[in-house]
């Protein structure tokens, strides 16, 4: 055998053995469905609705650059929406930077290992006192920080409301009394009566804005503010006692994470 047939038998062969290796790489994991209506009708339309809600990373226009280190620190809800306030809290939203802001390359300190630390910057910030959030920005992890980032919710209100629907029992009546006694006439007013639709939608506007501040002076760097509408809505129908119904919409944890996903993309794009 000659050295050049050697040579490609050996490549063939491990050819072979790293097709097999990425045959056998576990897949990533499935996981099953108990619900006893899956794969029907009512089932697939839930679904596809539920899709549409599905977390959907971002791909960062400079993610391969590296950012400066940065803190997120929780911001404001300036919101008196009840079930805004009774579903979040500050924490939630700085939970949500963190990971879209080390997604886009940020190398963001965790706020669970600086402990009391932080508290106090925050209270030291919040209150004003820009000398005593500089001597803690000084002190141990803080100081290889270069941007603290804090996220604020200015607004969530419903802004416009629509319904509609058709109730057809005062038209099965009139059905019955132009048609007579027949019994094709009562059969035709028990039909139509039995007809039952209903539509309605609401929209909400949920409004973010995002800060930048320096680590080293406490003075902000940058601002900037960005809003989504939200819409939730529900239809039914209901024909001779067959009934078919349907709600959704993406949800305030969808709506804020997106928020937080156009505040980071921007800061990535212009403050890397």
Excluded: C
Excluded at 28 to 40: E, H, K, L, V, Y
Excluded at 69 to 86: D, H, M, W, Y
Excluded at 227 to 245: D, F, N, P, W
Aim: aromatic share 6%; charged share 20%; proline share 3%.
């Amino acid at each position: 055998m000659s050295d050049h047939t050697y040579i490609r038998i050996t490549k063939l062969a491990l050819g072979a053995v790293l097709i097999a290796s990425a045959t056998l790489a576990p897949a990533q994991p499935r996981f099953g469905n108990p619900s006893p209506t899956a794969g029907s009708d009512t089932s697939q339309r839930a679904n596809a609705s539920a899709d549409e809600a599905l977390y959907q990373s971002v791909e960062y226009a400079n993610k391969n650059k590296r950012g400066p280190a940065v803190i997120v620190i929780p911001g404001e809800i300036k919101s008196n929406n009840a079930t805004f306030l009774q579903k979040f809290t500050s924490n939630n939203i700085a939970d949500f930077g963190e990971v879209e802001l080390s997604s886009a390359n940020f190398p963001v300190l965790e706020r669970s290992n600086l402990g009391p630390l932080l508290k106090e910057f925050e209270l030291a910030y919040n209150l004003g006192d820009p000398d005593q959030a500089r001597k803690l920005l000084r002190m141990g992890k803080l100081k290889t920080t270069k941007y603290v980032v804090k996220f604020d919710i200015l607004k969530t209100e419903q802004v416009a409301a629509a319904q509609q629907g058709f109730d057809g029992h005062a038209l099965g009546q009139m059905a019955g009394i132009l048609g007579g006694y027949g019994r094709g006439a009562s059969v035709a007013s028990v039909g139509v009566g039995s007809v039952h639709t209903s539509e309605s939608s609401g929209v909400w506007i949920i409004g973010m804005r995002y800060k930048i501040i320096n680590a080293e002076t406490t003075e902000q760097v940058a601002t900037g503010y960005t809003e989504e509408k939200m819409e939730v809505g529900a239809k039914s129908t209901s024909v001779l006692g067959v009934s078919q119904a349907q709600q959704g919409g993406v949800s305030l944890d969808t709506m804020v994470q997106r928020l937080v996903q156009k505040s980071v993309w921007e800061i990535d794009s212009k403050y890397k």
